[in-house]
């Protein structure tokens, strides 16, 4: 029979998945600590918070598979106590009940009071944009709004979030400097789709008035879009892009496909030619932008020549930041009335002949920056390099600058320039302002 451990409470919280769970997490531990709990991240700690992710195959494995870690853990007496909670967990709680019933309690996405209450704290209302941030300290994410009220075919994200909710402007602007002044200078804006933000709550879509009033917020000197929607994109984002410096000219558009059957059976409401246009338009509008986006190869009666279209696009639009998915079959979604008929081989290998050429595209375009001088943020310092970024690249997922440490100095968490002096594929090396020590 397994002794429980004679450590003082530690509760060490795991995070899977996205951004927008980093964000959960983060405001679960600010709660945490303000009720006096000893909270870690990813730490050593006897009682465990796992933060799963149900999104697609990988990752609902990833999450099962690290519950089962710790459930192990508890057996054996390592840790006392397991609790469950994120996407997974409320797509998935009555399985998941069932299968492991080790778990000492599940918790759904907006079940935070609850969990609070099982790890012994009190829900405070009054920590408005309280967190106990993971990310580096110059960094944070900003989630202004939960949910998504889109009707894609493939995504179970409705299913696990609810529709869309925007946060007030007021209460996102108080967030953000609570984080400037705690040392943050770089807000990356999330949420399911940030094109619909305001509709519920303004009657319009409101992007660039919430956009004009973070601008405004003393120490954030970076503002970074991620996750919007290309249907009904406000235009007048452009605009205001185009002449505040503090927006970077970045935006992250997941398109998932090109041709125009496959759209239509995702429910995506848009076309080659509309979405084409569209890119047209951010570059018009804003030279130099860099644009992210993500596609699925694989969808259910994705043809040869669906795919020759997609990658021909591909080769035609030379996107700066691109990432590539195996579709991913998901219960209850409106495509999993659709026959799975594209062999997982065949999704592996759209997806790396995708990528394949994402990464031709993508050394010629990083070739084309060496010589040139960029302002560059300095994340971290990692082995025998500083870690550093342009405003035109996100953290975890776009090139890095790399600068020799044992040349140079750079301060992490500060902005400094730097010239490239050589690229590959996906990475940038710098040298910052000839300052050799």
Not at 54 to 77: C, H, P, R
Not at 112 to 123: E, H, R, T, V, W
């Amino acid at each position: 029979m397994r002794t429980k451990s004679t450590k003082k409470n530690k509760i060490n919280v795991i995070t899977l998945g996205c951004s927008k769970n980093v964000y959960d997490s983060e405001v679960l531990m600010g709660q945490l600590k303000a009720s006096g709990k000893d909270v870690v991240h990813e730490q050593e700690g006897n009682i465990i918070v796992i933060n799963t992710c149900g999104f697609i195959d990988n990752a609902k494995e990833e999450s099962v598979n690290t519950i089962l870690e710790y459930v192990d853990k508890k057996e054996q007496g390592i840790v006392d106590k397991v609790f469950v909670t994120g996407c997974l967990s409320e797509r998935y709680k009555p399985d998941l009940e069932k299968e492991i019933p080790n778990v000492d309690s599940y918790f759904g996405t907006s079940d935070l009071p609850l969990l609070l209450k099982a790890l012994g704290a009190d829900y405070k209302h009054e920590l408005l944009g309280e967190r106990l941030t993971t990310t580096p300290k110059n960094y944070a994410y900003l989630k202004i709004a939960e949910g998504c009220d889109r009707p894609c075919s493939f995504c179970a994200i409705p299913l696990m979030r609810g529709k869309h909710v925007s946060q007030p402007i007021e209460k996102l602007v108080n967030e953000a400097e609570k984080l400037a002044k705690n040392g943050v200078k770089e807000l990356i804006l999330i949420a399911q789709d940030l094109t619909y933000y305001g509709l519920d709550l303004y009657k319009k879509r409101n992007l660039a008035e919430l956009l004009e009033n973070l601008a405004k917020v003393e120490g954030i000197e970076w503002i970074r879009l991620h996750y919007a929607f290309p249907t009904g994109f406000p235009m007048d984002v452009l605009e205001l892009m185009k002449r505040e410096p503090k927006i970077c000219n970045y935006i992250d558009i997941p398109l998932q496909h090109i041709s125009d059957s496959i759209l239509k059976s995702m429910r995506r409401g848009t076309t080659q030619e509309k979405t084409t246009s569209l890119l047209k338009e951010f570059r018009k509008a804003v030279p130099g932008i860099t644009i992210r986006t993500t596609l699925i190869v694989g969808y259910p009666g994705e043809t040869e020549e669906d795919f020759q279209i997609l990658k021909d696009w591909v080769q035609e639009m030379r996107f700066e930041r691109l990432g590539c998915f195996a579709y991913s079959h998901e219960e209850n979604t409106h495509a999993y009335l659709l026959e799975d008929n594209v062999p997982a081989e065949v999704k592996q290998q759209r997806a790396a002949e995708i990528m394949e050429i994402q990464s031709q595209i993508s050394w010629d375009l990083n070739q084309e920056k060496i010589g040139k001088t960029f302002k560059c943020i300095i994340d971290r310092k990692e082995g025998i390099h500083f870690v550093g970024r342009t405003e035109f690249d996100s953290p975890d997922v776009d090139n890095e600058v790399l600068i020799d440490a044992s040349k140079f100095y750079v301060k992490v968490g500060d902005f400094t320039t730097v010239k490239i002096i050589d690229a590959t594929e996906f990475d940038l090396y710098g040298e910052p302002n000839n300052k050799l020590i």
